[in-house]
């Protein structure tokens, strides 16, 4: 069974860092595509950033620069690394897994809260 499993969001200051894991059950096929969502009260969810089994990497264009997406091999954690945070980039941050070839994120974690203060 796949399963999704977020941690490491929290309260940090504008201009501030915070690192986000995405731990993948061991059924979690290496070749499927990860990607990071989120969602603020009254916003619908948008993408952030996704990365291959192969490593490529693809960004929303209002992280660009900011959040580094990564993972080691396909059995760590996927990393979201986020700086320059600013106080719009506060939202409930979801990590989603779907098989290379398709279009829709099947698997979904449980989210995890980032709030960014001014």
């Known amino acids: 069974q796949v399963q999704l499993v977020e941690s490491g969001g929290g309260l940090v200051q504008a201009g501030g860092s915070l690192r986000l894991s995405c731990t993948p059950s061991?059924?979690?096929?290496?070749?499927?595509?990860i990607g990071w969502f989120r969602q603020a009260p009254g916003k619908e969810r948008e993408f952030v950033a996704a990365i291959t089994g192969s490593r490529h990497t693809q960004y929303a264009d209002s992280v660009k620069g900011r959040f580094t997406v990564s993972r080691l091999n396909a059995r760590t954690p996927i990393y979201l690394q986020m700086n320059s945070l600013k106080p719009e980039d506060s939202a409930v941050y979801y990590c989603?897994?779907?098989?290379?070839?398709?279009?829709?994120?099947?698997?979904w974690g449980q989210g995890t809260q980032v709030t960014v203060s001014s």
């Open positions: 989603a897994a779907r098989p290379s070839g398709t279009d829709e994120y099947g698997y």
């Open positions: 061991l059924r979690t096929p290496s070749s499927y595509i």
